[in-house]
């Protein structure tokens, strides 16, 4: 359904913030890094593309390790395009019920700053950190180990008035009016402290600042104006980096190799883009933090893998929102020790109706899992240690990641399973794993169905492994949990049950839901009954064969060693009924507290008749149930007299053309990239 879009710049403005946190959650996306040109004819939109100006990198310094680039030119072809997908999602009109709220709750000071911001757009913001932070962190690291070492004695805080290191850079269309705003907040900031603003000249550039406290834990701050752009930053010293960088008597991060070459993988077109030097990072932590690393996380075992450099965007394009990453070594280093590309299999495994799959090789060898080990490790030696009284010393933070340190953690658990836990257990799953998640009726729990699968090394040490941890789960559940078992071909399936119910005798195995595990085949399965049943039978219809599932991987690279798949298409009914809620309208509006008990509760005589309603046909009488716990309208009035005023109309979204989020991970010979792709259908 096609809607009015975003055409003026206070609509944008505000969207920057949605932007920022979309930037972060594509960061975080299961990917390693991802390459738009991996695969052109899919991924990009030539006629679609301009470039966008990369000018805030001119401006930051050389010793730069971590840059933030947000594209305010919010007329630019790939806001444009950005405001056509939200407008194709279906998302204008609720973005507007949004906005206007928000507005409603602001103050006429805080309209007139809403309306003062538009000065620093035009152009864009650009967040540096440079080298000169590694004293702060230093400082910081050593004052975690004092705490840690002494928790009742008198530490010395970090002293804020160092603070440096940080710097906020604004291109902009009018710099004198983005320079009086920031010198109001200056202004205001002083006052507020009772400091002095400092004035200063630099190479041409005007530097104000007001110094920082220790004793009022204030941080200093500092403004400047140069040709074209205004800066914020903690120090003086930071203002006058940028303005060494500008006049070309500092080298620039624009002209730095490394900046260079992850630019050139990416496409020119961004809404955000972010860079991260890992070769320099790193060492903000110390000589021993390689080691910790990976101890921690084994694809990084040779500190040459350390020697990387990382580039991030979010960019739109026809289909829809774009994460894309890579890594790239340098200065000698090497890639992580990741599994190849790969062909996955199981997604013909699992059926078409699944929300959530994940799918990689060697799950094992991955790290996630060794963090998760050492994690219950830990548990477990802290439990044997209060239980015990003996004053076992918390050890420092960076020691709590040494190699002995985890060795000494699952000795002592190990000695209780009766297994390595991290040998005989997790890294004996190998080969093709995947993860797999379905939703059969409504946002219940007994509607969730759930399945890990994964290849073993030897499946003989991994059965073994996984009864004695059966025994000893059992053993510390007691009667509450009943352990059984069931022969299969290829196998024994070990099945967790517990306890009946005492109001109806129902168990979790009665409902499909008990926990099943076993190595079955060589394979390694642990999952709710309906979901490994299902998997041993064999569906009717795969995921592989969904229809919508290749359309979203039809976008992303041939090639991966990784992929993960969500059906939001199956959520976005239940997010359309909360935002029509109006327990969704009060929230934006400010409001605070949840109560079940919408507005369309009143078109009922009474609980009974909503409730029969709403089990008729909870898709459509979802809002009668507004907390999700199977009971509607539980809250609402039903004796009190109508509401006379006029109910306001709540927007009824129709999102269904956001329909999936693909992403896969791929491995060249000179990089690690990830593509991912917030689908939105035509």
């Given at each position: 359904m096609m809607t009015r879009g975003l055409p003026s710049q206070t609509d944008r403005l505000m969207l920057v913030v949605v932007l920022i946190a979309v930037s972060i959650m594509g960061s975080l996306a299961p990917t390693w890094a991802g390459q738009a040109a991996a695969k052109q004819d899919a991924t990009a939109?030539?006629?679609?593309?301009?470039?966008?100006s990369q000018t805030s990198a001119d401006l930051a310094p050389a010793n730069t390790l971590l840059y933030y680039a947000l594209n305010l030119d919010l007329e630019s072809d790939n806001w444009n395009q950005a405001t056509t997908l939200f407008d194709r999602a279906g998302l204008t009109e609720v973005w507007r019920q949004l906005q206007e709220s928000m507005i409603t709750e602001m103050s006429p000071d805080d309209l007139v700053m809403l309306n003062r911001l538009r000065t620093l757009t035009g152009g864009e913001l650009a967040l540096v950190v440079t080298d000169e932070i590694r004293t702060t962190v230093e400082t910081?690291?050593?004052?975690?180990?004092?705490?840690?070492?002494?928790?009742?004695?008198?530490?010395?805080?970090?002293?804020?008035?160092?603070?440096?290191?940080?710097?906020?850079?604004?291109?902009?269309d009018d710099t004198d009016e983005a320079w009086m705003l920031v010198e109001e907040l200056l202004d205001q900031?002083?006052?507020?402290?009772?400091?002095?603003?400092?004035?200063?000249?630099?190479?041409?550039?005007?530097?104000?600042?007001v110094p920082g406290s220790d004793a009022m834990a204030t941080p200093p701050l500092a403004i400047g104006q140069m040709p074209g752009a205004v800066a914020v930053a903690f120090q003086t010293t930071d203002l006058e980096a940028i303005v060494d960088t500008q006049s070309g008597d500092s080298p620039s991060l624009a002209e730095d190799a490394k900046f260079q070459e992850?630019?050139?993988?990416?496409?020119?077109?961004?809404?955000?883009?972010?860079?991260?030097?890992?070769?320099?990072?790193?060492?903000?932590?110390?000589?021993?933090?390689?080691?910790?690393?990976?101890?921690?996380?084994?694809?990084?075992?040779?500190?040459?893998?350390?020697?990387?450099?990382l580039g991030t965007i979010v960019w739109a394009d026809e289909p829809g929102f774009r994460f894309d990453t890579t890594m790239i070594p340098v200065d000698g280093g090497t890639l992580p020790a990741l599994p190849e590309n790969f062909d996955p299999t199981l997604d013909e495994r699992v059926p078409s109706d699944t929300l959530f799959f994940m799918d990689g090789y060697d799950l094992g060898a991955g790290g996630t899992l060794d963090v998760l080990a050492?994690?219950?490790?830990?548990?477990?030696?802290?439990?044997?240690?209060?239980?015990?009284?003996?004053?076992?010393?918390?050890?420092?933070?960076?020691?709590?990641l040494s190699p002995e340190y985890a060795d000494e953690q699952f000795a002592q658990l190990d000695a209780f399973l009766g297994f390595n836990l991290r040998d005989d257990f997790i890294h004996q799953m190998a080969g093709e794993y995947a993860i797999a998640v379905s939703i059969k009726h409504t946002l219940s729990p007994l509607g969730i169905a759930g399945m890990l699968v994964s290849g073993v090394d030897?499946?003989?040490?991994?059965?073994?492994?996984?009864?004695?941890?059966?025994?000893?789960?059992?053993?510390?559940?007691?009667?509450?949990?009943?352990?059984?078992?069931?022969?299969?071909?290829?196998?024994?399936?070990?099945?967790?049950?517990?306890?009946?119910?005492?109001?109806?005798?129902?168990?979790?195995?009665?409902?499909?839901?008990?926990?099943?595990?076993?190595?079955?085949?060589?394979?390694?399965?642990?999952?709710?009954?309906?979901?490994?049943?299902?998997?041993?039978?064999?569906?009717?219809?795969?995921?592989?064969?969904?229809?919508?599932?290749?359309?979203?991987?039809?976008?992303?690279?041939?090639?991966?060693?990784?992929?993960?798949?969500?059906?939001?298409?199956?959520?976005?009914?239940?997010?359309?009924?909360?935002?029509?809620?109006?327990?969704?309208?009060?929230?934006?509006?400010?409001?605070?507290?949840?109560?079940?008990?919408?507005?369309?509760?009143?078109?009922?005589?009474?609980?009974?008749?909503?409730?029969?309603?709403?089990?008729?046909?909870?898709?459509?009488?979802?809002?009668?149930?507004?907390?999700?716990?199977?009971?509607?309208?539980?809250?609402?009035?039903?004796?009190?007299?109508?509401?006379?005023?006029?109910?306001?109309?709540?927007?009824?979204?129709d999102l269904s053309a956001i329909e999936s989020f693909g992403a896969v991970v791929t491995k060249t010979d000179t990089a690690i990239n990830s593509n991912a792709i917030l689908y939105i259908a035509e």
């Open positions: 939109s030539p006629e679609a593309v301009t470039s966008t910081a690291l050593t004052v975690a180990s004092e705490v840690t070492a002494n928790p009742e004695g008198n530490v010395e805080e970090i002293p804020v008035s160092t603070l440096a290191g940080v710097a906020a850079i604004f291109q902009t900031t002083a006052n507020s402290q009772g400091a002095t603003v400092e004035e200063t000249t630099y190479k041409g550039a005007t530097i104000k600042s992850v630019r050139a993988q990416l496409s020119t077109e961004y809404l955000s883009f972010a860079y991260g030097d890992y070769s320099q990072l790193y060492t903000l932590f110390g000589d021993e933090f390689p080691q910790y690393l990976a101890n921690l996380y084994p694809p990084f075992a040779d500190p040459a893998s350390l020697q990387t450099v050492l994690s219950i490790a830990q548990a477990y030696t802290a439990a044997m240690a209060t239980s015990s009284m003996d004053g076992t010393p918390v050890p420092d933070p960076m020691a709590m030897d499946g003989a040490t991994l059965s073994s492994s996984t009864e004695l941890l059966i025994d000893r789960v059992s053993g510390l559940a007691g009667d509450e949990l009943i352990v059984a078992s069931r022969e299969v071909s290829g196998g024994t399936i070990h099945i967790l049950d517990g306890e009946p119910d005492d109001s109806n005798g129902l168990t979790l195995a009665s409902l499909g839901l008990s926990l099943e595990t076993g190595v079955i085949d060589d394979q390694f399965i642990a999952g709710t009954h309906s979901s490994v049943e299902g998997y041993l039978e064999g569906p009717n219809t795969s995921l592989a064969e969904n229809r919508q599932y290749q359309r979203v991987f039809d976008e992303l690279p041939d090639e991966h060693l990784a992929l993960t798949y969500v059906d939001l298409k199956q959520i976005m009914p239940y997010i359309q009924l909360l935002m029509a809620t109006d327990e969704f309208r009060s929230g934006i509006s400010g409001s605070s507290g949840f109560e079940d008990a919408d507005s369309s509760c009143g078109d009922y005589e009474n609980q009974f008749d909503a409730q029969r309603a709403y089990d008729e046909d909870s898709i459509t009488n979802g809002s009668l149930d507004t907390d999700f716990d199977g009971e509607a309208c539980e809250d609402y009035d039903f004796d009190a007299a109508p509401d006379s005023a006029t109910p306001v109309a709540a927007v009824q979204p």
